[in-house]
């Protein structure tokens, strides 16, 4: 072996050695997701935020738990960077900023992704090999869960404030009373936020999956807004109603098999000067732009767990993807006859359209 070779091979096991490391991480950061998720599920994040220096006996009474698990528990938060621990009482702290991210109902709501993911496996891989889709009713309720928490929360953070706003024309008939439809619907969280900022309107969501309206309208109620919202299972290209002044897809466009066709329904059953409104997930036009997103691993993996699979389960299968982008978005819309399209809006996770014919 020459110098150089053995150079070489020293590199490549240097090499080697880094991505071990990585992956090792990469692990760790799956294990600590499913502990954050325990804390999340049995409240001991609020605990520790409410309770300043805690011991696990103290953590554990006051969240009803038992001290020999809460202590295991906390010895990996504080392994994980979350938590200060102070070996002179054996007490935790919980930082104000840590408090705050995990503590956050969105945050860690994304958590129950991965978990989600490890559940629906099989299915996937029987997708892989056989190239059919897997219906999102057909996905582990972790799914629902996960997509309702992260997404509501990146609602309550930008819909009202920023998205609505932006609608050029649409605020003030929100205001004075408009007609709104919600396509693939879910839980409902966005339409219940606009129907408790515009009680004057009405707003109708739809949804094929049966599960998810029979919670929309269980969650309007809680909200005090059953009055003004109505939710029924409707596919996305066969929905009643027409003149609507505002027909939204929240987070759902790239998820369906046939987006031009549900954009072309939608555009029939708008008012003469109705909008469409597009939330989509933050995604650049090409796959070399996108690699450069901190978002787009995870971004490429619910695609792949989620979003392609949904649409190759319907009819024509588009497949778009999570990460669609701008431009093929516009080029679904353009097929579907809609003449004006505008980037109206942008937040860390979501592109906002507004779409007229």
């Known amino acids: 072996m020459t110098t150089q070779d053995m150079h070489t091979n020293h590199d490549l096991q240097a090499e080697v050695q880094q991505h071990a490391q990585e992956l090792l991480g990469l692990i760790t950061g799956a294990a600590t997701t499913a502990m954050i998720v325990v804390g999340d599920r049995l409240g001991l994040y609020q605990a520790l935020a409410d309770g300043g220096l805690v011991t696990s006996q103290r953590l554990a009474e006051s969240t009803g738990t038992r001290e020999r698990y809460v202590r295991e528990w906390l010895a990996q938060q504080a392994a994980a960077g979350f938590l200060r621990f102070d070996p002179a009482d054996e007490s935790f702290t919980l930082p104000p900023a840590w408090a705050a991210v995990l503590t956050d109902p969105a945050l860690v709501g994304a958590c129950l992704n991965p978990a989600g993911m490890f559940r629906d496996l099989d299915p996937l891989l029987r997708a892989f090999r056989s190239g059919e889709g897997i219906p999102w009713g057909d996905h582990d309720p972790l799914v629902f869960e996960t997509t309702e928490r992260f997404w509501a ?136 732009e996108n690699l ?64 007229r014919p």
């Open 153 to 288: 929360g990146q609602y309550r953070d930008h819909l009202l404030s920023e998205w609505i706003p932006a609608l050029d024309g649409l605020s003030g008939k929100l205001t004075d009373g408009a007609t709104v439809a919600d396509i693939g619907t879910g839980h409902g969280a966005a339409l219940i936020m606009l129907a408790q900022a515009f009680p004057s309107s009405r707003f109708f969501g739809f949804d094929s999956h049966g599960p998810s309206i029979l919670t929309a309208r269980e969650r309007a109620a809680a909200a005090g807004v059953d009055d003004r919202v109505t939710f029924e299972i409707a596919p996305c290209h066969r929905y009643p109603g027409q003149d609507y002044d505002l027909i939204a897809f929240f987070d759902t466009l790239h998820d369906l098999g046939d987006p031009v066709g549900a954009a072309a329904f939608a555009r029939n059953a708008l008012a003469p000067d109705g909008s469409l409104l597009i939330v989509e997930p933050q995604a650049a036009d090409d796959l070399a």
């Open 292 to 355: 450069s997103n901190p978002a787009a691993p995870i971004g490429y993996a619910a695609s792949t767990f989620m979003c392609t699979p949904n649409s190759l389960s319907q009819p024509v299968g588009l497949a778009l993807g999570g990460q669609a982008g701008e431009r093929r978005l516009r080029d679904v819309l353009a097929e579907a006859g809609f003449d004006t399209v505008h980037r109206i809006a942008d937040s860390p996770f979501n592109m906002v359209l507004q779409a």
